[in-house]
């Protein structure tokens, strides 16, 4: 069998979530901190962070990596999973990767947090590599069952630090490059000062300029920027 992305649900990576395009900042920790993990193989690691802060982009560009080295991927969304039968984690623990994003969904669940402990028990026993993540810290998520909390916090335990300003302008200027748009440092430092201060905001102030741009085929001015997103 090929290895592949063991899916459950009808999830896709995104084009631009890779470790390369991560504008990293104070985060480098974890990139180190994942690589670690790629290279043994086996153990797990949780990150926490605010909506918007890159989660979500670090755990595909994980997933991509491990696909590329021909690794196979147990992947799961846990903005899914509440409506859905925990009988979705059996078998998981085949792949040699499980990967949870927002975990918090499940938090409190009876049914989904007996349902991960034993999952969790069951990779951590065939050596699978685990990435866990969610918007707190272990302790903070809600998870009533004591044996599960205690399981998540068992390894490394990283916050995803806020980009400064110069980390996001930076973040800006390559994405737009990568679109075929040219953002001056000055463009750059007034989308930043006036959008909202998160990678995931920053992306989405650069899509509507770039639907802008494309539009009047203008070049992203200050002037043209300000008239495109009413500022």
């Not at 009988?87 to 669940?109: K, M, N, P, R, T």
């Not at 990435?131 to 990283?158: I, K, M, N, Q, T």
């Not at 953002?183 to 650069?206: E, I």
Request: hydrophobic share 45%.
């Amino acid at each position: 069998m090929t290895p592949s992305a063991q899916l459950p649900l009808p999830l896709q990576l995104r084009d631009a979530s890779s470790f390369a395009s991560w504008e990293a900042g104070d985060n480098q920790p974890i990139v180190d901190g994942l690589r670690g993990l790629a290279r043994a193989r086996k153990g797990q690691l949780f990150l926490w962070g605010q909506p918007g802060s890159g989660r979500s982009h670090l755990l595909e560009a994980v997933v991509r990596e491990a696909l590329d080295r021909q690794e196979q991927v147990s992947m799961l969304a846990g903005t899914e999973l509440p409506d859905l039968p925990p009988s979705l984690l059996e078998g998981l623990e085949h792949a040699d990767w499980l990967v949870i994003d927002d975990l918090d969904q499940v938090a409190g669940l009876a049914d989904w947090e007996e349902g991960l402990f034993h999952l969790y028990n069951r990779c951590l026993s065939a050596g699978v590599a685990m990435v866990f993540a969610a918007s707190g810290p272990p302790a903070e998520l809600g998870v009533r069952l004591p044996d599960l909390a205690s399981r998540l916090a068992a390894g490394p335990v990283y916050r995803i630090q806020p980009l400064a300003d110069a980390d996001l302008e930076n973040l800006l200027v390559r994405r737009a490059r990568g679109r075929g748009l040219e953002v001056g440092a000055d463009v750059a430092r007034f989308v930043v000062a006036r959008c909202g201060r998160s990678p995931a905001a920053l992306m989405a102030c650069l899509a509507n300029l770039d639907r802008a741009a494309l539009a009047s085929q203008r070049r992203l001015t200050i002037p043209f920027v300000k008239q495109a997103s009413g500022w």
